[in-house]
């Protein structure tokens, strides 16, 4: 696997500069880049640029547009609505990345043990990582009706559970776990076969190194595997981190940020303000902020997760 | 940098020219789509929403003077994408347009911005009636078509009326009764489908114009100058008996979890006895009904005297011609062609509404017929939206409908946060 | 767990996985099963396996969404998009990675920061240019959009690889007289081919998937691709369960097929490809 040749990426790239000085003429020349960077200028960074003017003026989207400063950021502070999705937002992501961290890891012990089925269970719990995640609410909207006999309260009165039975969509206060749910069962294949290139990256002698020590089955995996995971759970993290926070198809396919505003997230705010409430400005400053929080919080990510690896 | 810019620059150039032939190949491909639509003429781009399609669709085939280039997606998808064709000033030549106010694709918000053509000029106008002018018209000049209005009431299941031996009620105080009595021949009286979020407006729509207008006309205009508030107004009692509906269990359970497509079933298989519902949706209802003649519609009594009561009867969702079109001319041609009695009377018959002008020929639903008295009364209001300045207050209004069924706020606080979002500048 | 033989543990484990792998099954039995009732049976019974299943649900879903001319136009976006992306792509990344100046640093964190940029930000201005440019409704607009849009991430990917590749065989090459082209092309090129497999899944699936961009520039030509036409076809038919699951599955069987074809190497793209 890739996992493994690309591990000494390291110290490929600090190589002394005396060498690269000299090894002058073997640099690729500049219009390998030049296509790509003037693609990525205009479809990306322009547009970018230029949209960012937006964030500070009182522009609802047509029409005239002037300038108001800082308005939308002051406004940014005191908007209850705001607030209250950046909360949502956060309680989801630690959410998402705990439990679809953990449901990835177990799955991906489970798979990577001798079972028979590990081939077939490893397409299943990965399938609906290929699905666009609208289609995937969409089905989660049914499979959450509160009908008795529908979805999974169905299942739960077929079980005898009908004590279990809830309005998994239209309790505010149950809502935001529904998601979370709906969208760990979408992505927990995705952690977990980024963990299995781990657990398959681990050489069979240092558990079998560890065993001869006699350590038991949860030491092994304490003391060799989990440490040793440490890259593939950097990546898991920080995926599954820049996904929460910028969660926004399956939120606005599901519920639309209801009942009330107990799901609204970040990003269903700033397209509603921009769509709904013909607030163009204000939508793009909260785009800003967030585009601003995601880099600094993976920015933070890398430094400490990586800072891990180093320590192993 | 410069010496290897010089010795690369015929490869970049070949490599360009490489490049530029990829992105031609596809030209070629492009050329195989076309556009629909019969006669000659300059091509029309049209915008719609899903709603609109079947009446379209017929109308645009009989019409020869130009072609047609269409699309048709729901609310939420035109109305993303047509703000953002607007607002980068590429904006179809005709697209869909809400009547009056209220709403980021309405008429007034558009018009302000100055994207909307003028068609004050054209005949149909004059048939605008005199209590819609306000969802056609800003500051005197018309810049919406529209075939005519739809009402909000009941759609009830007729079998489930008779086997419950109740008749439609003509008072708030009999609707309770009959809910009991539904109730009590174990059927979910009002099937509500509140997770769909434009659906919890239709009680508080249909109970307003008796609690709120038929006491104060002058409401909408009263709240404009700031002289009253929700907070002050029927909103009060129309919240109040929502919420009664609610606490004396003729909702189905989880109202927020279900869905509008829940709500039709429920009603159209006979589990539940009616819903509130714009009569835009009848079609809907009768794909899903065993028996489409089961269904049938009544207003939805908000008052204790008969004569009090009102109901709400809104303009259908329209089209305007965009103020930037290069086929201005043609467009409003077409309008025009649409404005045509025979036209609004095939308009209105593919949406089920009520034609904006009642002739000989128009074929109205049966099932409207006991919301006509009203609407020739002069007792019927255009939705509320349409006459709130900016489009927050209406999602609010879903929001906070929602929040009450959740038993996540009070009256008080709802009303209060609505009052706040009229109040905000646009 | 790495036991060499098949003993009690192992089965008991097996079954484990299996029961979990049965209940994670449970939404796609769902659809599958809804998709096969007409809605008298979905009203009735909604779970239980349908006892005259019925494809009727399938063949409005494929005429009514009219689907297979929007299979094609996805096909030709993806495959256009993706040959694009891999071209400019890869050749970018070489330089970013052999390039010791500054500037190439420089570079590298330009396009990164593209992967942290929420295209919000940038919609309205970009669509203004693709009009200006003549570009929309055009399959050549939404093959630039995807690949400028996914060049931060393709370039990040390529990167990384290339860094961690060595030097000897490009350098060899060149010190023979092979110009960099060519060296690239014949020597370097061919060394990707795991990364590119990666890059040409991840972005498959992003580009196949997306909605909202096809909607914005495709939107009412004859061009619109598998999302649009399912969305605007569940738009108005989303009181009928069984019709609305039936365009699901019809939607999502494509990539799920290629999926299941290729699903070695799928799974492999996903898992090695985030390695940075």
């Not at chain 1, 990835?104 to 798979?111: D, E, F, I, M, N």
């Not at chain 2, 045509?340 to 949406?351: G, L, M, T």
């Amino acid at each position: 696997m890739t996992l493994t040749s690309r591990r000494p990426a390291g110290t490929a790239t600090a190589r002394p500069a005396a060498r690269a000085r000299r090894a002058g003429f073997l640099t690729p020349p500049w219009w390998f880049v030049a296509p790509a960077l003037l693609v990525y200028a205009a479809i990306v960074l322009y547009p970018s640029v230029s949209g960012i003017v937006y964030a500070f003026t009182d522009w609802s989207g047509i029409g005239d547009k002037s300038f108001n400063g800082l308005a939308n950021f002051q406004h940014l502070l005191s908007d209850d609505q705001a607030r209250s999705a950046l909360l949502h937002t956060l309680l989801l992501t630690v959410t998402i990345v705990i439990v679809q961290n953990g449901v990835g890891l177990l799955l991906a012990l489970g798979v990577n043990a001798r079972i028979k089925s590990r081939t077939v269970l490893r397409v299943v719990f990965f399938a609906p990582v290929v699905v666009s995640p609208v289609m995937i609410a969409f089905l989660w909207k049914y499979v959450y009706n509160p009908d008795p006999k529908a979805g999974i309260n169905g299942i739960l009165g077929m079980l005898g559970l009908s004590d279990l039975r809830q309005d998994w969509l239209g309790n505010p206060s149950l809502v935001v776990w529904s998601i979370a749910g709906m969208v760990v069962w979408q992505y927990a294949g995705y952690s977990m076969v980024i963990f299995l290139a781990g657990l398959e990256g681990i050489p069979a002698e240092l558990r079998e190194a560890a065993m001869i020590d006699g350590a038991g089955r949860f030491q092994q995996f304490r003391y060799v595997t989990w440490p040793l995971l440490a890259p593939s759970l950097t990546i898991n993290v920080m995926l599954s981190t820049i996904g929460g926070l910028k969660l926004f198809d399956q939120v606005y396919a599901a519920t639309g940020g209801g009942p009330g505003y107990s799901s609204e997230t970040l990003s269903t705010v700033l397209y509603k303000q921009a769509f709904v409430f013909g607030k163009y400005g204000y939508s793009t400053a909260i785009a800003l902020v967030l585009a601003l929080f995601v880099a600094a919080v993976s920015l933070v990510q890398i430094y400490y997760l990586r800072g891990r690896e180093v320590g192993v | 940098m410069t010496l290897r810019f010089e010795r690369n620059r015929r490869e970049f150039l070949r490599a360009a020219g490489g490049l530029a032939a990829v992105a031609a190949l596809p030209v070629s491909l492009a050329a195989c789509g076309g556009s629909s639509g019969g006669g000659g003429g300059k091509t029309l781009r049209l915008v719609g929403v899903a709603d609109q399609q079947k009446a379209l669709d017929e109308l645009t085939k009989l019409y020869t003077q130009a072609k047609f280039s269409t699309s048709y997606a729901p609310t939420d998808q035109v109305q993303t994408s047509l703000r953002t064709q607007l607002g980068a000033g590429n904006a179809p030549d005709v697209h869909v347009v809400y009547p009056g106010n209220g709403s980021a694709m309405s008429m007034a918000q558009i018009a302000q911005a100055g994207l909307l053509a003028d068609l004050s000029g054209q005949s149909w106008t004059q048939s605008i009636p005199a209590n819609f002018k306000s969802a056609f018209q800003l500051q005197g000049k018309t810049f919406i078509y529209s075939a005519g209005s739809s009402v909000i009431g009941a759609i009830y299941n007729k079998k489930v009326f008779a086997d419950a031996k109740v008749e439609p009620p003509k008072t708030w105080s009999e609707l309770l009764q009959v809910c009991d009595k539904l109730k009590k021949a174990g059927k979910i009286p009002i099937a509500l489908g509140a997770q769909t979020p434009w659906v919890t407006q239709l009680i508080s729509y249909a109970l307003v114009p008796s609690t709120v207008y038929a006491k104060n006309p002058q409401f909408d205009s009263q709240m404009q100058a700031g002289s009253t508030s929700f907070a002050q107004s029927g909103w009060r009692d129309a919240f109040n008996m929502y919420l009664q509906l609610q606490q004396r269990g003729f909702f189905n359970d989880n109202p927020n979890g279900t869905t509008y497509e829940q709500q039709t079933s429920m009603v159209a298989t006979g589990k539940a006895a009616m819903a509130v519902q714009v009569s835009a949706v009848l079609p809907d209802f009768r794909k899903a009904a065993t028996n489409a003649d089961d269904l049938a519609m009544f207003p939805f009594p908000g008052a204790d005297t008969a004569a009090n009561v009102w109901i709400p009867a809104g303009v259908v969702v329209g089209l305007g011609v965009s103020a930037r079109s290069r086929n201005a001319d043609a467009a409003k041609a077409f309008i025009e062609f649409l404005g045509r009695p025979e036209n609004i009377n095939r308009w209105a018959e593919a949406v089920a509404c009520v034609p904006l002008k009642r002739d000989a020929n128009s074929k109205i639903d049966p099932v409207l017929n006991p919301f006509l008295p009203f609407i020739d009364d002069n007792k019927a209001v255009p939705f509320m939206d349409q006459a709130w300045p900016n489009a927050e207050v209406q999602p609010t209004h879903f929001a906070v409908v929602q929040e009450l069924l959740g038993g996540k706020t009070t009256v008080d606080k709802a009303l209060a946060k609505m009052d706040e979002t009229y109040r905000k500048k646009s | 767990m790495n036991h060499l033989r098949y003993g009690l543990r192992t089965f008991a484990l097996e079954i484990v996985m299996i029961v979990v792998g049965l209940a994670f099954l449970f939404p796609v039995y769902a659809l599958v099963v809804l998709s096969l009732k007409d809605s008298k049976q979905i009203a009735s019974s909604p779970l239980s396996p349908p006892t005259s299943p019925t494809l009727g649900n399938f063949s409005r879903a494929w005429s009514s969404a009219s689907l297979g001319s929007a299979l094609l136009n996805s096909t030709l976006i993806t495959i256009a998009s993706l040959v694009c992306l891999i071209a400019l792509g890869s050749f970018a990344a070489y330089f970013l990675a052999r390039c010791a100046s500054r500037l190439g640093y420089g570079l590298y964190v330009l396009f990164l920061l593209g992967i942290v940029l929420p295209f919000q930000l940038g919609m309205i201005p970009l669509f203004k240019l693709v009009d200006h440019l003549g570009l929309l409704g055009t399959y050549q607009g939404i093959i630039v959009f995807y690949t400028g849009i996914q060049l931060p991430f393709t370039v990040f990917l390529y990167t990384g690889f290339i860094r961690a590749l060595p030097r000897d065989y490009a350098n060899a090459a060149l010190i023979d007289g092979a110009s960099h082209l060519t060296a690239f092309t014949r020597v370097v090129f061919p060394l990707l081919r795991p990364i590119t497999g990666t890059v040409l899944i991840l972005n498959a699936v992003f580009i196949w998937n997306d909605f909202f961009t096809p909607l914005l520039y495709l939107g009412g030509s004859a061009k619109e691709t598998v999302p649009v036409r399912i969305f605007s076809f569940v738009g108005q038919y989303v009181s009928d369960y069984g019709l609305v699951f039936a365009g699901l599955v019809l939607a999502a069987l494509p990539i799920i097929v290629v999926f299941l074809v290729l699903q070695r190497y799928v799974i492999r793209g996903f898992a090695s490809g985030l390695k940075g």
